[in-house]
């Protein structure tokens, strides 16, 4: 079964598509395979897997994480979701800008953001249920967050009314990130990304 690319954000935040057998019984699909993600230059490495379960209208993020970089492979396995990523490196020429998808369990895109970028979602649906596969083992001691609603960022949430959690609502802003020493581990250059684009995405340019 085919895992293809559906489009690529940021120059680095890839959305993938696994394909998928139904019948009257149900659904078979494929979401994770090595080959195929070394063929079109994904991650392989992953270290830990994640789960949650939301209510509508919650707002989780925008989080990242420096030591070890914490990349994440989300999908939806329940409802619907606003799957978010903001670039959140240094330097880097689209430093700031978000992208933003809406996901559900029944279109099966799966959003691949690496470390270097804050992650965040809305949940659009009861019951809304993510997984998320990460490079990195997390580490309390060297994660962050990003406010969910940083004008200098101006997310499109999809909803108004919406719940976030105390932590969230007192994250640091955008600005306050890239001031700070710790924001030296995310230092975007262009000839250590030239370096990887033997490992990028099929249509990254």
């Given amino acids: 079964m085919q895992i293809k690319i559906e489009s690529t954000a940021l120059r ?3 959305v993938i598509v696994p394909e998928i057998f139904q019948d009257d019984r149900g659904f078979f699909s494929e979401t994770f395979r090595t080959d195929q993600f070394e063929a079109l230059g994904l991650p392989t490495q992953f270290v830990q897997d994640n789960h949650s379960r939301s209510a509508k209208g919650v707002v989780r993020g925008l989080h990242f994480q420096w030591d070890p ?3 994440k492979l989300m999908r939806v396995t329940a409802g619907n979701a606003f799957l978010v990523a903001v ?3 240094k330097g880097s020429p689209t430093v700031g800008q978000w992208f933003g998808v809406e996901a559900s369990a029944e279109n099966r895109r799966t959003v691949w953001a690496p470390a270097g970028f804050a992650r965040g979602f809305c949940a659009l649906s009861d019951a809304t249920e993510i997984q998320y596969k990460c490079t ?3 580490n309390g001691k060297a994660e962050s967050a990003i406010r969910w ?4 960022i101006g997310i499109e949430w999809p909803l108004k009314d919406v719940i976030v959690s105390e932590k969230d609502r007192n994250a640091r802003s955008l600005a306050d990130w890239l001031s ?3 924001s030296e581990n995310f230092s975007y ?3 250590a990304r030239s370096e990887s684009q033997d490992r990028a995405p099929v249509g990254v340019a």
């Fill in 12 to 14: 680095d935040v890839v």
């Fill in 69 to 71: 970089p914490m990349g």
């Fill in 87 to 89: 670039d959140i490196r």
């Fill in 136 to 138: 990195g083992i997390y």
């Fill in 149 to 152: 609603n940083d004008e200098a």
């Fill in 180 to 182: 700070s020493a710790q």
């Fill in 189 to 191: 250059s262009e000839s």
